[in-house]
């Protein structure tokens, strides 16, 4: 259990390092992509995951403020923030609660983006025999930045696959996701997966998407999950379909790392992944530390 809390979290890094040097390529511009070019460097998704780890770890669950005060302080915009996180970044720092920031952007109505799913995967862990506390507390980690409730279930159902394939869920992870799913978007496109196994990747994008909402790229990353059956292809694929490739390679990799394990990971690109500061090894740490609060051990 404690190489799948790894698997999950530096499974999720590696698939945003991986995905990251082809963000925003089209399919075809990805098509030929070996799998091995790594440059180790992680974006936004990453930096808002260690976030998440941190204030669970250290507030023993979910903490609003103190969640926001950690994006705040890890935030290097270099990584590639999209426009809406930093613009709810900008009004927490000048002070605006965190029940509050996000509801300010797009006119009012919140942000649908990835930024909550993608970053979600330490909630998944934690949470990871609570199914109802988990999908509760996705969606407040997800109103941090994203208050859109299309954002939020996204998150929830990224938490819940990152859940149910840590405790081993395959077969059963599709329908336990379409009976909770309160969203038809999601819903419909959850119910598609099985029949889009064998389909070309065209059809794929069409049908699940490649794009930055949350239900554009969310059930894409289940299902590069569920098309292969070992860490490495469903990785590789989820970024072949290219759009946000940092994304979608990431949460494709938490779910997958959370089924097979850290061992599953291939090491030349562990290897490659960064290890500065809040690198590699400190991913691990929170890995481990996640795992022995939640294991009292
Ligand atoms: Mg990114």
Known sequence: MNAKFRGALIGSAVGDALGAPVEGCKEGEVGLFPGGIIEGRYTDDTEMMIGVAESLIDKRGF???DMAS??????????????????VLELLRAGVSWEEASKRIFDGAGSYGNGAAMRIAPIGLFYCDDIDTLWDMAYRASHITHSHVLGKEGAAIMACSVALALRGYREEMLSALVARTREEIYRDKLRKIERLLDADRQTVIEELGNGEAAFESVITAIYSFFRFHNFKDSVIYAISLGGDTDTIGSMTGAISGAYYGEEAIPQEWVNALEDGDKGKTYIIWLADELYRIRFKC
Do not use: E, Q, S, V
Request: zero cysteines; a positive charge.
């Open 63 to 65: 903490d609003g403020a």
């Open 70 to 87: 950690r994006f705040l302080r890890n935030y290097h915009a270099w990584r590639r923030y999209g426009p809406g996180t930093r613009a």
